[in-house]
DNA sequence: CTACAATTCAAACGTTTGTTTGAATTCGTG
DNA sequence: CACGAATTCAAACAAACGTTTGAATTGTAG
């Protein structure tokens, strides 16, 4: 009848249902988005997703891994990069935190789709599902392992413990900032839905992070100054 | 049969429910919670969260609002505390972000229920529900507002838009700190869930966030340094 | 063109969801 | 005790969920 409803050229329909699955998760929630909202916005049948999928948990995964995976590997490559320029010396800090961050910044930034995917997988970060918290355990062991090395070799008076802890901070608060997070971006007026809001918020946060990662260590009565 | 199963004392009830329900949703989620699971729990029938609460998200409110609600107002006391050791003279930034962060941090700290509490709360800032969203706004109107005034007192030659970028980080690093993120966790090796980990935490968040208030603010184009 | 594999489709599957009902029970009070 | 209000209870409600089915359609090689 119209222009070909009927080819959908081989692997369309995955992507279709892919697109369609990403928009719904950042926007709804992986357990609030049913499998007829999916199909119905991506126009392809029901079953379509179990026959190119097989589940539902398996097209969260394949969602998030998608644009996961290249994600980290390009955070690898900078790394790679870096200790390469640095010859065998450690590669500075505040070098490491951007080769880490630069990447997520960058996709957030880069266009529609990849702000919102950094936002669901902000969100992500947060979810409790045991299937969605081992996938996350899977894709970053690398990574993670890593810059782990990294900040170890290039920070060696500080304990490795520490070094963990700002990491996890960091990771919170750059998750939390591209993550959008509506509720408070409310309250401090700060606008993430703007298409321009990651280039503005890009530098602001990374001079945050580099902050916080070289504030004074606490006493060990827990005293900060 | 067994010690009194028909007087549950007044408001007994309700009580259990709530406590019942705050466990399950930092456990698995609000949607991944069902009736069933939280009146199983709480050893009370299915019908008793209906009646006593009107709906499922009339209890996901009113489990919210029990420990918000108080713990907002310590934060308000602890600013008004604050404003006026300093006479008339603005308070010390570093002042500001103790005042406002000690509290959900020691709530964490304190009990199982608490560092339960913290977690689930956390959760709860990347929901993407409407209901939530609003909820949160309206919960966090006045506190936000207070503070956002005393740090523009502060740094009054620090354009509001930066002090809005920099409470919007520290909020999210704090919130993925004490939601534990257990993906990352296991990845970092950081423990949160063992009871001391945030005694052990909350000198070093704390640390950070000043850290990062006190960064350099990023050139007009971008640079950082 | 034929035949086989891949894909799409409408329909139905059994479960689970939040909520409601109306009777039974318990509570507070005169 | 006795009464009306408050609460609990087992049972059922319609709706939505993820998934499966088997036939119909389409794509691809021989």
Redesign the pocket.
């Known amino acids: 009848m119209d222009v070909r ?4 050229s ?1 692997g ?2 995955r992507i279709r249902i892919l697109d369609a699955a990403q928009t719904l998760f950042a926007a709804h929630g992986f357990e609030a ?5 999916i199909t119905g916005l991506a126009g ?9 999928f097989g ?3 398996a097209l969260v995964q394949e969602v998030l891994r998608r644009r996961l995976r290249p994600l980290n590997e390009r955070r690898i490559r900078a790394l790679d990069l870096a200790e390469a320029a640095a010859g065998g010396a450690p590669v500075k800090p505040s070098l490491i935190v951007e080769s880490f961050f630069s990447s997520p910044l960058e996709l957030a930034a880069g266009s529609d789709a990849g702000r919102e995917f950094m936002r669901l997988l902000g969100r992500t970060f947060t979810e409790p599902s045991p299937m969605i918290r081992d996938f996350l355990v899977t894709e970053y062991e690398v990574v993670v392992g890593r810059y782990r090395e990294a900040f170890c070799r290039a920070l060696p008076t500080v304990p490795v413990e520490e070094i963990l802890w700002r990491l996890h901070f960091m990771l919170g608060a750059m998750s939390h900032a591209v993550a959008g997070v509506d509720s408070l971006q409310v309250l401090t007026g700060v606008k993430v839905d703007e298409p321009d809001a990651m280039q503005r918020m890009a530098p602001r946060l990374m001079s945050f992070l580099l902050g916080g990662l070289r504030a004074p260590l606490p006493g060990p009565d827990g005293n900060i100054e």
Do not use: F, I
């Open positions: 409803r009927s080819t959908l081989a369309e329909t988005t049913s499998m007829r909202m392809v049948n029901l079953a379509a997703v179990n026959y190119h589940s539902k948990d």
